[in-house]
């Protein structure tokens, strides 16, 4: 099984500020299939990025995503108020899915 | 619209069973897989299994095979997730998911499940 590591476990920054979240892997992904989710509370995660660099549907550009092989990262150019949340990298392989422990991204 | 509608919250006993149900619309249920996340309280996201509605190939991961049963209905686009015998440790949000190509791009808004005695 992979397990993702995310880092750092919580992350506190300033609205305007740029927010770097990394994932790395215990093994390599292939990048097709390394998505990041966001989640606030009382709500369902969302799908932010699929395909490790590609945004999915109504997600803001300031949000991308990088990375292969084991190294993956997700970047926030400028925070806004509403991108205060947790952040989840998860990966697939042969019918396998596993999630990161999670980022929280909070308010400094 | 494409959403998935969970059904409602549960409060259970430990050793009492439960189904709990996804219900697809706006899109073709037999199309996509169907899956089930986990989140206890305050913790992350744990994937449990994965169903085909087409044929009902199912896949559990190995945490959670043998503890959960997954099936589907494709006549009323449903999935469903089931336990036999509830224990404390089942507590938690379950969430189901439409997996795009091994990414969920779809989420329902989760079921809570509370087992308690």
């Known amino acids: 099984e992979i397990v993702l590591t995310q880092s750092p476990g919580t992350l506190s920054l300033s609205p305007g500020e740029r927010a770097t979240l990394s994932c790395r892997a215990s093994q390599s992904v292939s990048s097709s299939y390394l998505a990041w989710y966001q989640q606030k509370p009382g709500q369902a995660p969302r799908l932010l990025i699929y395909g490790a660099s590609s945004r999915a549907t109504g997600i803001p550009d300031r949000f991308s995503g990088s990375g292969s092989g084991t190294d993956f990262t997700l970047t926030i150019s400028r925070l806004e108020p509403e991108d205060f949340a947790v952040y989840y990298c998860q990966q697939y392989g042969s019918f396998m899915y596993t999630f990161g422990q999670g980022t929280k991204l909070e308010i400094k | 619209e494409v959403q998935l509608v969970q059904s409602g919250a549960e409060v259970k006993k430990p050793g009492e069973s439960l189904k709990i149900s996804c219900k697809g619309s706006g899109y073709s249920f037999t199309s996509y897989w169907i899956g089930w996340v986990r989140q206890m309280p305050g913790k992350g996201l744990e994937w449990m299994g994965i169903?085909?509605?087409?044929?009902?190939?199912?896949r559990y991961s190995p945490s959670f095979q043998g503890q959960v049963t997954i099936s589907a209905d494709k006549s009323i686009s449903t999935a469903y997730l089931q336990w036999s015998s509830l224990k404390a440790s089942d507590t938690a949000m379950y969430y189901c998911?439409?997996?795009?190509?091994?990414?969920?791009?779809?989420w329902g808004r989760g079921t809570l499940v509370t087992v308690s005695s």
């Open positions: 998911v439409r997996h795009g190509r091994g990414y969920f791009d779809l």
């Open positions: 169903i085909y509605p087409g044929d009902s190939d199912t």
